[in-house]
């Protein structure tokens, strides 16, 4: 363990820890944040109801279209002075979420990061591959300040250039990888592309996350490669990867609860669920100190687990493995998508319908995305040179908006089918293995 003392507190101490912890930060948003002022005073309760973790459920959910309204600073609680570092992640429209962090922030992400490492025995002694994309999206930087935070070498790779991956685990005995697991099946196949004998390389163990991926893909990944594959999860409006993790138990998930507090609730009525009931995943972020967060909505689908302590001798609960979303939207190559997205940009292109359908495959191991734009009647009968100027474009701005390069079909008016209901926009081919 990274932190045995956090990570196997008796429950009873943990409780009081969390209990005092959420009264600090809802006194701070409450003092700090308009947005959470006006929503608790709406809801008619005041810092001092909460005195313990048990008076969560008085206060307000934060949903994520609410922290986009917030475009850009508004969630921040902190002079911009005392911020040391902006992520983003994509909304549903054109604005991200963003999120600050603060230098205590900072460490303690690189903190639970590091717990996240520790989870699959990874120590000072490992070199740890980077291969999650460095940037706004929170894969690269997170681990990387992980790994470092635990004393091991970080190889920042980021994703993407395939080969030269595969040449750096080899020459530097790398011996933990972090990515998505599409992305580790797909360098384990370019390894043996290349003739590499990759079950014979030093590997030991994997972090694999920010996309859906199942139990099949797991044993898929390690019949492959000579690691253990571990499920990391985590969200850029909580911290990024890092919130939880599953130890080589490969049994669930543990939740770093001394920093971020799960619930699960019935997605519809909002009522709070009891462990082992499945339902939508609320975090609160009992530390942070930039971005408050206060009973955020993810949208994904799980259960806490009420399996009693793990072998491992961490006390937190457990989450299990993500079984879906409530919302639409799309992980394409571990970038959030949203169909709304795409709608955005189309109605704003001359000649064609906001008439498409999104259609996402996977090719090897990649994920592809194919979108079928309707065109106008006017310009289908128009020339060759046009339809192509027009397809480039639309490649353009999705590709601007999306940060995901996308296949551009244009089909004939009237070609896409209109349902009677809610129209289908979205044809996902992947099977989940
Ligand atoms: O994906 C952070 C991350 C980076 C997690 C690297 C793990 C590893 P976002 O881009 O904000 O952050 O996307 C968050 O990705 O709400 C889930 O729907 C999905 N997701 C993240 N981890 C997993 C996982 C990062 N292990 C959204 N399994 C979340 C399934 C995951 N889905």
Same mark, same amino acid.
């Given at each position: 363990m990274f932190n045995p003392q956090a990570e196997a507190m008796p429950r009873e101490e943990l409780r009081k820890l969390q209990g005092e912890r959420l009264r600090s930060l809802v006194a701070r948003a409450y003092e700090r944040v308009a947005f959470y002022r006006a929503k608790m005073d709406a809801q008619g309760v005041r810092p001092e109801d909460i005195r313990g973790i048990e008076d969560i459920v008085k206060l307000p959910f934060t949903e994520k279209s609410e922290f986009r309204d917030q475009y850009p600073f508004g969630m921040f609680a902190v002079p911009m002075s005392e911020i040391v570092r902006i992520h983003a992640s994509s909304g549903t429209t054109g604005k991200p979420t963003v999120v600050g962090y603060t230098r205590a922030d900072i460490d303690n992400w690189a903190e639970c990061a590091a717990r996240s490492l520790g989870c699959g025995g990874a120590t000072a002694e490992d070199t740890v591959q980077v291969a999650y994309g460095y940037g706004l999206f929170t894969g690269g930087l997170g681990m990387h300040y992980g790994a470092e935070k635990l004393g091991a070498a970080a190889l920042p790779m980021s994703a993407g250039n395939t080969e030269k991956q595969v040449m750096l685990m080899k020459d530097f005995g790398v011996t933990v990888l972090c990515c998505t697991p599409s992305y580790a099946l797909q360098i384990a196949e370019v390894a043996e592309q290349m003739g590499?004998? *990759?079950r014979s390389f030093p590997l030991k163990a994997g972090f694999f996350g920010a996309e859906p991926w199942t139990q099949g893909m797991r044993?898929?990944?390690?019949?492959?490669?000579?690691?253990k594959a571990l499920d990391i999860y985590g969200l850029s409006e909580v911290a990024g990867p890092g919130v939880a993790n599953e130890c080589l138990e490969q049994d669930?998930?543990? *939740?770093f609860e001394d920093h971020f507090y799960p619930e699960i609730i019935d997605p519809e009525t909002g009522a709070s669920l009891p462990d082992g009931e499945k339902g939508e995943l609320v975090f609160t972020c009992l530390t942070k100190e930039? *971005?408050?967060?206060i009973r955020y909505r993810t949208r994904d689908i799980?259960?806490?687990m009420n399996s009693g302590p793990c072998a491992c001798g961490r006390t937190s609960r457990k989450m299990a493995r993500l079984m879906g979303r409530t919302d639409d939207m799309l992980i394409i190559r571990g970038i959030n998508v949203f169909p709304s997205q795409v709608e955005n940009v189309l109605v704003r292109i001359e000649g064609v319908h906001p008439q498409y359908l999104i259609i996402v495959d996977r090719k090897g191991n990649l994920d592809t995305i194919e979108i079928q734009v309707e065109v106008t009647?006017?310009?289908f009968s128009d020339e060759v040179k046009k339809l192509e100027a027009l397809r480039d474009k639309i490649h353009y701005q999705i590709k601007a908006m999306l940060n995901v390069s996308a296949k551009i079909t244009l089909v004939e008016p009237k070609t896409i089918e209109r349902g009677l209901g809610k129209a289908k926009r979205v044809l996902d081919r992947r099977q989940r293995i």
């Amino acid at each position: 363990m990274f932190n045995p003392q956090a990570e196997a507190m008796p429950r009873e101490e943990l409780r009081k820890l969390q209990g005092e912890r959420l009264r600090s930060l809802v006194a701070r948003a409450y003092e700090r944040v308009a947005f959470y002022r006006a929503k608790m005073d709406a809801q008619g309760v005041r810092p001092e109801d909460i005195r313990g973790i048990e008076d969560i459920v008085k206060l307000p959910f934060t949903e994520k279209s609410e922290f986009r309204d917030q475009y850009p600073f508004g969630m921040f609680a902190v002079p911009m002075s005392e911020i040391v570092r902006i992520h983003a992640s994509s909304g549903t429209t054109g604005k991200p979420t963003v999120v600050g962090y603060t230098r205590a922030d900072i460490d303690n992400w690189a903190e639970c990061a590091a717990r996240s490492l520790g989870c699959g025995g990874a120590t000072a002694e490992d070199t740890v591959q980077v291969a999650y994309g460095y940037g706004l999206f929170t894969g690269g930087l997170g681990m990387h300040y992980g790994a470092e935070k635990l004393g091991a070498a970080a190889l920042p790779m980021s994703a993407g250039n395939t080969e030269k991956q595969v040449m750096l685990m080899k020459d530097f005995g790398v011996t933990v990888l972090c990515c998505t697991p599409s992305y580790a099946l797909q360098i384990a196949e370019v390894a043996e592309q290349m003739g590499e004998d *990759v079950r014979s390389f030093p590997l030991k163990a994997g972090f694999f996350g920010a996309e859906p991926w199942t139990q099949g893909m797991r044993e898929h990944i390690e019949e492959r490669l000579p690691l253990k594959a571990l499920d990391i999860y985590g969200l850029s409006e909580v911290a990024g990867p890092g919130v939880a993790n599953e130890c080589l138990e490969q049994d669930g998930l543990h *939740v770093f609860e001394d920093h971020f507090y799960p619930e699960i609730i019935d997605p519809e009525t909002g009522a709070s669920l009891p462990d082992g009931e499945k339902g939508e995943l609320v975090f609160t972020c009992l530390t942070k100190e930039g *971005v408050p967060l206060i009973r955020y909505r993810t949208r994904d689908i799980t259960l806490l687990m009420n399996s009693g302590p793990c072998a491992c001798g961490r006390t937190s609960r457990k989450m299990a493995r993500l079984m879906g979303r409530t919302d639409d939207m799309l992980i394409i190559r571990g970038i959030n998508v949203f169909p709304s997205q795409v709608e955005n940009v189309l109605v704003r292109i001359e000649g064609v319908h906001p008439q498409y359908l999104i259609i996402v495959d996977r090719k090897g191991n990649l994920d592809t995305i194919e979108i079928q734009v309707e065109v106008t009647e006017d310009l289908f009968s128009d020339e060759v040179k046009k339809l192509e100027a027009l397809r480039d474009k639309i490649h353009y701005q999705i590709k601007a908006m999306l940060n995901v390069s996308a296949k551009i079909t244009l089909v004939e008016p009237k070609t896409i089918e209109r349902g009677l209901g809610k129209a289908k926009r979205v044809l996902d081919r992947r099977q989940r293995i």
